[in-house]
């Protein structure tokens, strides 16, 4: 097994292993070190069952359920979910806008997942050119780049996150939204395992900020928001059929760019590994 660092922002490349086959602690251990130190795990050319990503998976945590997971989850393997654009006699056979907008997964939720895994079953191409591209930004770098002047406002402020806020391309029904009531974050978040400091923000779905008035709020959140995603700060990851690429909602957020349509297919198997409550 080779560690390789990415020439990019963000992102480390395994090669080398099968994870479907049995992985030693040793090993796991090896790659969820590389997987804290830069946020997006890379590894191609892999042939995975839904069993066998959910075994891999299962070896950084718990394995949640997502709230659509009765629309598009496998029947079998309800945790797995499955993102395409791909129709079967008309209906969508999985969400096919998943991700339009910068985000860390499910920012709202009072305890958000720690990390998301795609596995890549079919990847969009036409003639030849690659599309249905991934974009990671690394917020801890964008926070380690802030003026220090900026750095002091921002500490300590705690941000609100409301599921409402996100515009959806499928609006969620009434059970859903009750689920995930407004909750609050530190707008700089700690890393539970390497103690590294990121932002903790995106215009979407921090709706405010906690004891400031709406209009200062909301400049500052898209000040910090714009600011994480620039150039300098962004990996865009082109994909090939059997990549499985994981990230830490932690350190880094994603967008998806959806530049393509039927008859290119897009298909992955999603999946997301319980977290902590952000400090």
């Known amino acids: 097994m080779n560690v390789i660092p990415l020439d990019a922002p963000a992102g480390v490349e395994i090669t ?31 042939t995975l069952t839904p069993d066998t990503q959910l075994s891999f998976a299962h070896r950084f945590g718990e394995i949640e359920v997502n709230y659509n997971s009765e629309k598009y989850g496998l029947p079998e393997h309800p945790e797995i979910y499955l993102i395409s654009n791909i129709t079967d006699n008309g209906t969508p056979i999985g969400s096919r806008r998943a991700g339009e907008a910068w985000h860390s997964d499910m920012i709202y939720s009072k305890k958000p997942p720690r990390a998301t ?46 599921f409402r806020g996100r515009k959806r391309s499928e609006a969620p029904d009434a059970a859903t ?54 150039p ?19 350190t880094v957020q994603h967008m998806a760019i959806l530049d393509y349509d039927l008859p290119q297919r897009r298909l992955m198997h999603r999946l997301t590994v319980t977290g902590s409550i952000p400090v």
């Not at 080398?16 to 946020?39: K, S």
């Not at 974009?135 to 964008?142: D, E, G, I, K, V």
Request: hydrophobic share 45%; with cysteine.
């Open 16 to 46: 080398g292993i099968n994870l479907a086959g049995a992985l030693d602690t040793a090993v796991v251990d090896e790659i969820e070190t590389a997987f804290d130190a830069h946020g997006v795990l890379l590894v191609r050319d892999q």
């Open 117 to 162: 895994m795609l596995y890549a079953l079919e990847v969009p191409e036409l003639h030849g050119l690659t599309l249905g591209d991934t974009a990671f930004a690394n917020a801890a770098a964008a926070w380690e780049a802030l003026p220090a002047e900026m750095q002091r406002e921002v500490a300590g402020l705690e941000g609100i996150f409301d």
């Open 177 to 230: 939204v009750a689920r995930y009531p407004p909750v609050t974050h530190p707008l700089v978040r700690t890393h539970p395992r390497t103690g590294r400091k990121s932002l903790y923000v995106n215009r979407d779905d921090c709706t405010g900020i906690v004891g400031w008035p709406e209009d200062r709020a909301a400049a500052l959140v898209t000040a910090l928001s714009d600011h994480v995603v620039r």
């Open 232 to 250: 300098e700060f962004v990996y865009r990851h082109q994909w090939r059929q059997g990549d499985v690429v994981m990230w830490d909602n932690c």
